[in-house]
C-alpha cells in the first residue's frame, strides 16, 4: 500500500453496512488498564485491542494539553471516544455484521512523523488487512 500526499486514498466497498464487520482505529490514546500507558512524551506505537473488551477495561492515556484534549470524560465513558458498545448495539439491532475481533489505539499527538508514517501506518494498516473487518471507523480524541 502506498501512502498518498496528495488525495486522500478511496477504496469503494460494494457491501452494504447491514452486512459489515467493523474495527475500531483511534488516535484517542484509549487502552486497556493493563496495557502500557502511551509515552505522553510522543509515543509512535499502537496497542492492539481485543473485540471482547468491557468499557470499563479501557483507561485514556494522552500527552496533548488538557484544554485541547481533557481525557476526564473519556475515562468516565469509553464509548465517546471509542465506541465499542454502540457498535455492538448496531450488531445487535442488524444495523451491521458484527465487531471485528480487534481493534486498534494509538496516542495523536506525537510529533515524530516520519516514524509516524513510514513504521507505525504502515503496521496499523496490516493489522487491519488481516483482520476479517470490512470496514474501518476512525476516531479521534
Avoid at 45 to 72: C, L, M, Q, S
Avoid at 74 to 91: H, M, S, T, V
Wanted: proline residues 6%; glycine residues 6%.
Amino acid at each position: 500500500m502506498e501512502m498518498s500526499r496528495k488525495a486522500i486514498p478511496y477504496t469503494p466497498n460494494p457491501l452494504a453496512l447491514k452486512d459489515m464487520t467493523i474495527m475500531i482505529v483511534s488516535t484517542a490514546g484509549a487502552h486497556l488498564k493493563e496495557q502500557d500507558p502511551f509515552d505522553t512524551a510522543g509515543d509512535v506505537t499502537y496497542r492492539v485491542i481485543p473485540g471482547d473488551v468491557k468499557a470499563e477495561d479501557f483507561t485514556v492515556t494522552h500527552g496533548a494539553p488538557k484544554e485541547h484534549y481533557n481525557t476526564d470524560e473519556p475515562k468516565k465513558d469509553i464509548n465517546c471516544i471509542f465506541p465499542i458498545d454502540r457498535l455492538r448495539e448496531l450488531a445487535a439491532e442488524g444495523f451491521i455484521k458484527g465487531v471485528a475481533e480487534k481493534h486498534i489505539s494509538m496516542m495523536g499527538y506525537a510529533m515524530r512523523l516520519n516514524q509516524i508514517n513510514q513504521e507505525t501506518v504502515p503496521a496499523i494498516a496490516k493489522e487491519v488487512t488481516r483482520s476479517k473487518a470490512d470496514a474501518v471507523l476512525l476516531t479521534a480524541g
